[in-house]
């Protein structure tokens, strides 16, 4: 009886029965027998609660496993995609705005001692100012209604689109999704231009971007984001991040303005191509954004017409003086969002 309960017992796991009882048996009798028959029930007893336990473990053991695999592959992962030269994982810093006191003159210094070329440009232009002017929404939805206009026909439109929002104050999310395109068409906003500012609302709307996550999201984040925007391409949001949220490091590699500027400034034979561009203007980090402010002043003061376009979204653009709505040949500018038009 006692060998037919043993036999049974090593059914359910004869690995761990075997062992247990090879562990625990006390000495058999020349017949193989336990001399104890108490030891028999003890030998079963402890088999039994051996093998429960090792079947009730395995699935632990094996999330366990699971768990600790997912969790490094994530982290091998994120190494991958933003380490840092320690081996951590980096962290994204919000640099200093450039409006922010003290800002500029730190860029200043920087670059004078990184550049020597860009300082005597420098020494021949007024120092660069940023100045806050409207809200995150606020800007991007005028970038859209200044695109491809010429200065006074978008500041017309504009000043009818803040008719209809009731004033500054009210360009929010909720007053332009309540626009029909028939409304915006009749002030001279385009089909197009109308499902642009739609689609910016709406993403305001659900909760995909908003004016909070933009002024807190790194400069590589912000961009992937807004670019998901119809209508708002490259090069607006590097207009959008330079005079708007006045980050200090951003090189806008597809404006011809920018780019011109940096051949007069080396001398190059060749306008530079944008996959150029960040080898060239690499010492000015981590103040391109001032770099390239310097560009738009040098390509003025030479009187020098370019054709600026980073994207569809802008369009061809003659370039001839940034930034200060000063009219020369046939370029008007946006002196607030740096956009320049078509004249």
């Given at each position: 009886m006692g060998e037919q309960t043993i036999h049974s017992n090593q059914s359910l796991s004869s690995s761990a029965l075997s062992t247990t009882t090879t562990a625990a048996a006390p000495?058999?009798?020349?017949n193989n027998l336990p001399a104890d028959p108490a030891a028999v029930s003890t030998t079963i007893i402890t088999?039994?609660?051996t093998a429960t336990t090792i079947i009730s473990l395995r699935p632990r053991k094996i999330r366990k496993v699971?768990?600790?695999?997912?969790?490094?592959?994530l982290a091998e992962d994120a190494f991958k995609k933003n380490p840092s030269s320690d081996g951590r994982l980096a962290v994204r810093v919000i640099p200093r705005p450039l409006s922010a006191d003290g800002e500029i003159v730190v860029a200043l210094r920087h670059l004078r001692a990184a550049d020597p070329h860009l300082g005597r440009v420098m020494d021949a232009h007024e120092l660069p100012a940023f100045q806050y002017l409207h809200p995150p929404f606020?800007?991007?939805a005028r970038s859209i209604l200044y695109q491809q206009l010429a200065f006074k026909a978008a500041a017309s439109v504009y000043s009818r689109f803040l008719s209809l929002c009731g004033g500054e104050a009210g360009?929010?999310?909720e007053a332009v999704l309540a626009l029909t395109p028939h409304q915006l068409r009749q002030i001279g906003v385009s089909g197009r231009k109308a499902s642009y500012l739609h689609d910016l609302a709406r993403k305001y709307h659900t909760g995909i971007l908003s004016d909070a996550a933009i002024v807190a999201m790194d400069d590589k984040s912000l961009f992937t984001m807004l670019t998901m925007v119809k209508g708002i391409g490259a090069w607006s949001v590097h207009m959008f991040m330079i005079f708007s949220l006045h980050r200090p490091d951003v090189l806008p590699v597809g404006d011809l303005g920018v780019r011109?500027?940096?051949?007069?400034?080396y001398g190059l034979e060749e306008v530079p191509r944008p996959s150029q561009m960040d080898q060239l203007c690499e010492q000015w980090r981590p103040y391109r954004s001032v770099g390239s402010w310097y560009m738009w002043r040098l390509v003025e003061a030479k009187g020098t017409s370019t054709m600026a376009s980073s994207s569809t979204e802008g369009g061809g653009?003659?370039?001839t003086t940034m930034g200060e709505g000063i009219v020369q040949?046939?370029?008007?500018?946006d002196p607030i969002q740096m956009l320049p038009s078509l004249g």
């Open positions: 000495p058999a009798t020349s088999a039994a609660t699971s768990s600790s695999f997912s969790s490094s592959v606020h800007a991007l360009v929010v999310p011109k500027g940096v051949q007069m400034l653009l003659d370039i040949q046939q370029q008007l500018v």
